[in-house]
């Protein structure tokens, strides 16, 4: 602030040194983080899952200020990010995956993450068949994808002038904060690291359970199994961060939720299953598979305990303890023969693995009709109650509960 009967030129110097705000270094970084907080929940909201997903509805006032705003603190091209993500969802892990680590290796995406994405922005083709339903206003046209740089321009104006030369530092976070978080971060380590809910048909992973420095992009398995969902968290001990800005926005009517996760719903156990019961496997594939899986977990355990009580070695079964429930695609080579020696060990997890491969062939299979699925799949609960194995009856009986 300029003072009575103080120079110009102190004034300046006073100016350049600390900026028309003169706050601790402390109100400053977090004046950093909740700016960057804002622009990674601007990512989620508009850019992934309004844009790319149509998983929601935005008032054009929340839409406008979410564009403005990645404009300022991005340069975000919105065409661009929707176009590179849909490619991604539709050719995953595949060599036209515009930045899977699985392609390109977890280094190059977690170091090189936004050079891929320039490299795929510059790719015609991507934006002309996935860029389609973006924005294309006057604003859209002549200022927010014309002059894209100008906006980090203008941000860089405005922290220079409430922080003086600190604001390069802040400016600096601000501009390498998402193409470290999303492009190599979320690109990279959530497909590489991390815990699976679900065995979606790629290699996501959910980083944490805890969707909050990300803005809930850390439960990237969750949104693989259910791209156009608006809420990423499915478990009761995650949370999405995203997900509460969303809600707080459709209390004040600016976003209209349009899909959320399926809950699985259980009602009276059908006496056989039935067409009604292969509807709701096919619909709740992902969460049954999931449920299955738990199954599995617990026949693992009686396994050991009995291979214990006999005296007998389980490290044989112990060694693939983490492939048991996983598609045979997902399996790494060199696991295989564990996994086989597993089996070989423990018919009842051989007749489980065996038999989940048979309940995934249900939604699978585009050659049977729906009354040929529905007796096969009636002929595998038939199988599964008379196995003696605890965890397929108990499964078989709350598949036969499962409402569509």
């Not at 359970?209 to 693989?224: D, Q, R, S, T």
Request: aromatic fraction near 10%; glycine fraction near 4%.
């Amino acid at each position: 602030m300029y003072k009575e009967g103080q120079s110009l030129t102190t004034f300046l110097l006073d100016w350049a040194s600390v900026g028309l705000w003169d706050i601790s270094a402390w109100a400053m970084v977090l004046f950093t983080l909740v700016m960057t907080h804002i622009t990674m929940i601007c990512v989620t909201i508009f850019l992934h899952r309004h844009q790319a997903h149509r998983a929601l509805d935005l008032h054009p006032a929340a839409s406008h200020f979410f564009r403005f705003w990645l404009w300022l603190t991005t340069g975000q091209v919105t065409k661009e990010w929707a176009a590179i993500h849909r490619k991604h969802h539709a050719k995953c892990e595949q060599r036209d995956d515009p930045h899977s680590p699985q392609v390109y290796g977890i280094k190059t995406v977690l170091l090189q993450g936004y050079e891929l994405y320039r490299k795929e922005a510059s790719n015609l083709d991507t934006l002309a068949r996935y860029g389609h339903g973006t924005p294309d206003d006057w604003l859209e046209r002549n200022v927010y994808s014309r002059f894209s740089s100008a906006g980090v321009i203008l941000m860089l104006l405005i922290d220079l002038t409430l922080f003086g030369a600190a604001g390069l530092a802040v400016w600096a976070v601000q501009m390498m904060w998402t193409p470290v978080m999303a492009a190599g971060i979320i690109n990279g380590a959530a497909h590489y690291w991390g815990y699976r809910n679900f065995e979606a048909p790629d290699a996501s992973t959910n980083i944490s359970p805890w969707g909050v420095l990300i803005a809930g992009e850390e439960l990237h398995n969750n949104h693989h199994t259910y791209p156009t969902s608006a809420k990423l968290s499915v478990k009761p001990y995650e949370f999405d961060i995203g997900w509460m800005y969303i809600s707080l926005l459709q209390r004040l009517h600016l976003a209209k939720v349009k899909k959320t996760p399926p809950r699985l719903a259980l009602g009276s156990v059908r006496p056989v299953a039935d067409e009604q019961t292969l509807e709701a496997l096919i619909h709740n594939r992902f969460e049954l598979m999931a449920r299955y899986a738990q199954g599995m977990r617990s026949a693992f355990k009686q396994e050991v305990k009995a291979l214990r009580a006999r005296q007998a070695d389980a490290s044989v079964i112990r060694a693939a303890k983490s492939w048991l429930h996983r598609d045979a695609d997902k399996i790494p080579a060199e696991m295989a023969a564990q996994l086989a020696a597993a089996r070989a060990a423990s018919p009842v997890l051989d007749k489980m693995v065996v038999m989940r491969e048979e309940l995934r062939q249900m939604w699978l299979n585009r050659l049977h009709t729906r009354e040929q699925l529905a007796a096969e799949l009636q002929a595998w609960c038939q199988r599964a109650e008379a196995s003696g194995i605890a965890a397929l009856q108990e499964f078989s009986k709350k598949l036969r509960a499962v409402q569509a």
